[in-house]
């Protein structure tokens, strides 16, 4: 049997490899990296995590927490190395990014039916293929997918958080708890005062970005908004959003602060921390000199600083069916970030699925067809719905999978029945 090719070695191209060779199907897993590195990669290992180190929810009653446990159910190999490496992060899976990677890493060189070539791939390679070249793609090859598909790309930037030591944290004017004390105290707060959050905004929405070419705040996806762009919509918007301190008493006061910054654990060893929410497209001085407001990190290490890249999509919902192949030539499939799905979980789905579907399809077996009722189909579905007209990349949530059809009071309990519904149907399904 020839082997498929799959293109890029992140998050979904490796649990697509992962998934077609523990079917027996043999693969030749494509990745640029390390001979040639992009603005946001730092490492040559596979499945990199070049913003959060944190795959978000872990919990049932949200849509990525149903993602996550379907997935481990069905073999996930990202999830699994997931769990392996987890830190602390309250209800959240976060990750030790290195330890993670590693291992994904390892696993996938390790497998006697995966091949590994290194080296930048510039054009679509005959025969089966899965596309999974990241938001990040090269231009040769975006030219070469841009040509194949005859349809326009649409492009936006995503912006990476800095990370800092603890060491280097001034703790008398910060604390550890998670919000209204659910779980383990995982995060480092770090208040602010009335008149500190004022010159800290001022600072911030003056401060100087660095060039981007084509870069509007209106094209920002918001789910990954530089904090100096939210910060420009208003005053109080950062004390709406990640700044927001709500359910976080100071100990010192036994009240909420004025705002509150969240520092979130980036290594199992606790030694680098990443400010939550503060994706950021400032230059580095700058980054230095405004975040070093904030009272607690005034004497701060910063390990990384922010940056911005870019990031491209296809228009889906034209191009792609429920299992991600090309409409127009299915034996072309995309997954991860290119589809149109944000963040890490949903691209690891989007692998899995596509992979899933091409090894039924090499061995004659009929599709899984993942219903909308699950998190995997409800994903599918929505990336390859021909009714969206302004496509724009969306992680996964309940308002895309059907309603119960009967009442259930309080939200989160009509959440964890939803979950508990596309677990049992999960269950059913031979995959």
């Known amino acids: 049997m020839e082997p498929v090719k799959i293109i890029g070695a992140g998050l979904a191209g490796s649990e697509a490899a992962w998934q077609l060779a523990q079917r ?20 040559p290992e596979f499945g990199e995590l070049v913003c959060s180190n944190s795959l978000r929810s872990d919990q049932l009653e949200n849509a990525v927490g149903l993602l996550k446990e379907e997935l481990r159910r069905c073999g996930s190999l990202i999830l ?23 291992a994904i890493t390892e696993r996938v060189k390790g497998h006697p039916l995966i091949t590994v070539v290194e080296g930048e791939v510039t054009v679509i390679p005959e025969g089966n293929v899965i596309l999974a070249s990241g938001p990040l793609t090269s231009d040769a090859l975006a030219a070469a997918i841009q040509e194949k598909v005859h349809a326009d790309y649409l492009s936006f930037y995503d912006a990476a958080a800095p990370l800092v030591t603890f060491e280097s944290l001034d703790m008398d004017h910060a604390w550890f708890a998670s919000r209204y004390d659910k779980g383990t105290a995982d995060y480092v707060n770090c208040a ?15 401060a100087q970005a660095a060039e981007v070419h084509g870069f509007e705040d209106q094209n920002v996806f918001e789910g990954c908004m530089p904090v100096e762009v939210m910060a420009r919509r208003g005053v109080d918007t950062l004390r709406y959003g990640p700044l927001k301190p709500k359910g976080l008493k100071d100990p010192k006061t036994g009240k909420e602060p004025y705002a509150v910054v969240q520092l979130r654990k980036d290594n199992a060893q606790g030694s680098i921390y990443n400010l939550v929410g503060f994706q950021t497209h400032l230059k580095w001085p700058e980054q230095k000199r405004v975040f070093s407001m904030i009272p607690a990190l005034r004497e701060a290490e910063f390990v990384r600083y922010g940056v911005m ?6 228009n889906s919902p034209r191009l792609l069916d429920r299992y991600y192949r090309l409409k127009a030539a299915p034996h072309i499939c995309f997954a991860g970030q290119i589809t149109g799905v944000e963040g890490y979980v949903e691209s690891t789905a989007s692998g899995f699925v596509a992979a899933v579907e091409l090894a ?19 994903l599918a579905l929505y990336v390859s719905n021909e009714t969206v007209e302004q496509f724009q990349p969306m992680n996964v949530n309940f308002g895309i999978i059907p309603p119960l059809g009967y009442k259930v009071k309080g939200k989160r309990n009509k959440n964890a029945e939803l979950s508990r519904r596309a677990l049992d149907i999960l269950a059913g399904l031979d995959i």
């Not at 027996?24 to 490492?43: D, N």
């Not at 039924?360 to 409800?378: H, I, M, Y």
């Open 360 to 378: 039924n399809r090499l061995q004659g077996k009929p599709p899984v067809d993942f219903p909308q009722e699950t998190a995997l189909g409800a």
């Open 24 to 43: 027996g199907i043999p693969v030749e897993l494509h990745e640029m990296k390390p001979q040639k590195m992009t603005p946001a990669h730092h490492s």
């Open 80 to 102: 699994s190395c997931a769990d392996e490496h987890r830190v602390e992060a309250g209800g959240a899976l976060a990750v030790d990014r290195h330890g993670f990677s590693r």
């Open 192 to 206: 602010l005062r009335e008149e500190e959050y004022a010159a800290f905004w001022q600072a911030l929405t003056t």
């Open 309 to 314: 890249h870019r990031n491209t999509y296809l």
